[in-house]
């Protein structure tokens, strides 16, 4: 059986980041559609404490309750996925759905987001870019550049810009929307306690990036921005 720690990508370990990517990727797998044995895996008690680990191995501090063990078998999981997230859902996984802007302007935003840091996206991505797990995959990957520009010798501020900003204009924006409805309408306790861990670990992260900006314009006698 695949844990978390199986489905390692490759991040070089600086300072927290492996831990940080590995959450942004954790994320993503709770939200993409629930595949193979999703269920079993995502109810093994390695599972669990491979969590607990990576939030204690974070940078900053995550006020992390747990969440709760799937409570459906596969395949009942699978159904109720589509019925909340997929098929004219009451919680839909899109940016657009909880955004005051038009859904050309997030799209034209997120591609040069994307762009500029030559992302090349699948079909089916190029046509959601603003999805939920494509955006937590793109943080991932900020995540990743940061710790090998770190680990060459190289500045890794331009990726924690990204990674602020992004998470500034983006994720943090409607993430939390996206929370408040689920926790309204949703059941399944997995997924309340999924949304309500991303919402508390988004919101750490970003505070974290600003702290670490912050600092940097100070050492280097600026004002912070």
């Known amino acids: 059986m695949d844990t978390m720690a199986a489905q390692n990508t490759e991040v070089v370990e600086s300072g927290g980041s492996t831990e940080i990517h590995q959450v942004y990727r954790f994320l993503g797998w709770c939200f993409g559609y629930p595949e193979g044995e999703f269920c079993e895996i995502m109810s093994d008690k390695r599972m669990e404490e491979e969590l607990k680990v990576l939030v204690e191995g974070l940078p900053f501090e995550v006020n992390f309750r747990g969440i709760p063990f799937p409570s459906l078998p596969q395949d009942e999981f699978e159904t109720a996925y589509i019925n909340s997230f997929d098929i004219t859902p009451p919680c839909p996984l899109y940016e657009y759905d909880y955004s005051e802007l038009n859904r050309q302007d997030i799209l034209e935003e997120l591609f040069r987001f994307y762009e500029h840091f030559d992302i090349k996206l699948s079909d089916r991505e190029k046509d959601y870019p603003d999805h939920l797990v494509a955006e937590l995959e793109f943080m991932a990957f900020l995540v990743t550049k940061e710790a090998d520009s770190k680990a060459h010798g190289k500045d890794p501020n331009p990726y924690r810009h990204a990674q602020r900003d992004f998470l500034e204009r983006h994720l943090n924006k409607w993430i939390p929307k996206l929370d408040e409805r689920i ?38 006698g600026e004002m912070p921005v």
């Open 183 to 220: 926790q309204k309408i949703i059941k399944e306790p997995f997924y309340k306690g999924a949304t309500a861990f991303m919402v508390e670990f988004i919101g750490k992260h970003l505070s974290y990036l600003k702290t670490l900006n912050e600092n940097l314009a100070v050492s280097e």
